[in-house]
């Protein structure tokens, strides 16, 4: 799963959701929806400036954590066994 990791980052900084909207000219919901990582899409253009105003890498905004059943499946169908399954 996709983890968005705008709060701790907002946290360390002690920046504010309000900060970064004016910062970046991100709509607050918008802001608010990533923050509580409730987004489901999330524009390039809007994580270039959230990286841009916080002076931060990608990699410190969004991590990728493995999820603890697949939910992917080989080309034939059948369930795919990564290297902890086998």
Not at 5 to 18: D, H, V
Not at 45 to 62: N, R, S, V
């Amino acid at each position: 799963m996709i983890r968005i990791l705008l709060s701790r980052k907002l946290g360390e900084l002690r920046w504010t959701q309000a900060d970064l909207a004016r910062a970046t000219g991100i709509r607050p919901s918008t802001i608010n929806d990533l923050y509580h990582e409730m987004a489901e899409r999330i524009n390039l253009e809007h994580l270039d400036l959230i990286c841009e105003a916080l002076d931060c890498d990608l990699d410190e905004l969004i991590i990728r954590v493995p999820n603890p059943e697949p939910r992917t499946k080989s080309r034939r169908g059948q369930p795919l066994l990564h290297s902890k399954q086998r």
